[in-house]
């Protein structure tokens, strides 16, 4: 069954270093985003992405954030300047159509000191 | 707006007992509705969605859930409860681009 995967499943950064995740989505999806979640906190949604855009944004994703979609198959968020409080479980996901399911990669636990 | 009520953030149940978890939305949109299970270091993996068909879903695990629209409400079930349900569970709603996803439910089984 198709899944989506990203890389690294851990990475420790130092605060104020640029971090990039790494998700591939299902192959045949078009629609991408990204959440987070804080330890012991819910899921927050990031951003969204369609057509090589973002469709939507969250008041989380401010200027330190950045997706791409650089070729065929991988999708990324980039953070420039981490800060503690990035520290979270990023969680990239994917569909082949607006609203509906979304299917979740296993996260990248991300941990700024 | 879309926002999502998950009652409880921790429920206890015996092994063998009914589990019920909890959740009530609010859409601007007729809605579509997801319960998502969340293992110990492990990601999101859907349980179940409703969008627009029968009211009562079935999913997997033997997990199921009812939308009622008059009571904004879509409850997660389980006849019998087994130890390795032991998990997260959330709530979501999409509104067609995102999903506002309840704070979880942690379901402890106990034998």
């Known amino acids: 069954e198709p899944e989506v995967t990203q890389t690294p499943s851990h990475q420790v950064t130092q605060m104020g270093q640029e971090v990039i995740l790494r998700c591939v989505p299902i192959s045949n999806h078009l629609y991408f985003y990204w959440y987070r979640q804080i330890l012991g906190q819910k899921v927050e949604f990031l951003v969204s992405?369609?057509?090589?855009?973002?469709?939507?944004k969250s008041e989380i994703f401010d200027d330190q954030f950045s997706v791409e979609r650089p070729d065929g198959s991988n999708f990324t968020l980039k953070i420039r300047s981490t800060k503690l409080e990035d520290s979270a479980m990023y969680f990239c996901?994917?569909?082949?159509?607006?609203?509906?399911?979304?299917?979740f990669g296993p996260g990248t636990r991300l941990l700024v000191l | 707006a879309q926002s999502v009520t998950q009652l409880g953030s921790h429920v206890s149940v015996s092994e063998g007992a009914l589990v019920l978890l909890r959740c009530n939305y609010s859409?601007?949109?007729?809605?579509?509705l997801f319960w998502y299970v969340q293992y110990p270091n492990q990601g999101l993996q859907l349980l179940l969605k409703?969008?627009?068909?029968?009211?009562l879903v079935k999913g997997i695990n033997g997990f199921e859930a009812e939308f009622k629209k008059s009571e904004t409400s879509f409850h997660l079930t389980k006849p019998s409860a087994h130890m390795s349900d032991a998990a997260e569970y959330f709530c979501?709603?999409?509104?067609?681009?995102?999903?506002?996803f309840g704070t979880g439910t942690s379901l402890t089984v106990i034998p």
């Open positions: 992405f369609y057509n090589n855009e973002i469709s939507e």
């Open positions: 979501a709603v999409s509104d067609r681009n995102q999903f506002y």
């Open positions: 996901a994917s569909s082949d159509e607006r609203g509906r399911t979304q299917y």
């Open positions: 859409s601007s949109v007729p809605p579509y």
């Open positions: 409703y969008t627009s068909a029968a009211t």
